[in-house]
């Protein structure tokens, strides 16, 4: 069992759905407020990292060109049960690395999904991009933002994204690592964790 900290609730399903897959529990899931709150709480999780494991699941965005470089300004002196790991460059890039179960939820073909995902620069506009040119309806309207309306994404983004998430028949994390490096490293930190590692 590990603890962790996130920045959003997809975060969080996007988490337990890889440890689901890697047979680990997680415990408490802290954070869920946005990148400014979990980096201002940092210190504290890095803190409790001295006595518990922990796993801290951060997107790189465009802070920085790379991962590293992200790790080590945020994080320079990670406790001993610390395990922080940084999403090249959002959760959404690692969505589309399952290729398939994407353009299959979308209802689009897989020749719109990226190849290289964590070489996007915004993977979430991506995402509603490739949405707006979905054969279902209700994948336009509720994941595209109206016209006019300044949103980033449309009013149900959240909810069927975390359903497609949680879906069993849905993204599948296995698959998805063989396309994103940092995906397939955070699995292997769980699975560290979950050795006793």
């Known amino acids: 069992m590990f603890h962790a900290a996130v920045e ?9 759905r ?8 997680i415990g408490n899931v802290y954070g869920r407020q946005g990148k400014p709150h979990l980096l201002r709480s940092l210190p ?15 997107d790189l965005d465009n802070d920085f060109p790379c991962g590293p470089g992200g790790r080590q300004a945020w994080l320079p ?8 790991r940084v999403v090249v460059r959002a959760a959404e890039a ?14 689009v073909s897989t020749a719109r999904i990226p190849q290289t995902p964590e070489g996007l620069a915004n993977p ?14 209700k994948i336009r ?27 069993e028949g849905g993204w599948r994390p296995e698959v998805a690592a063989a ?3 940092s995906l397939a490293r955070c699995i292997r930190t769980i699975q560290q964790i979950a050795a006793g590692a």
């Open 8 to 16: 959003g609730d997809l975060d969080e399903a996007m988490l337990r």
């Open 18 to 25: 890889i440890a689901g897959h890697t047979g680990t529990v």
């Open 44 to 58: 504290g999780y890095n803190n409790a990292g001295q006595h518990f494991p922990w796993l801290v699941l951060i």
């Open 77 to 84: 002196a990670p406790s001993q049960q610390m395990h922080f």
């Open 94 to 107: 690692w969505m589309l690395a399952d290729r398939d179960r994407v353009a299959a939820f979308l209802g």
């Open 124 to 137: 979430k506009r991506t995402l509603v991009d490739i949405a707006r040119h979905s054969s279902r309806k």
């Open 141 to 167: 309207d509720e994941m595209v933002p109206r016209e006019g309306s300044g949103r980033a994404v449309g009013p149900l983004y959240g909810s069927l994204v975390g359903a497609f998430l949680n879906d």
């Open 179 to 181: 396309n994103s490096d």
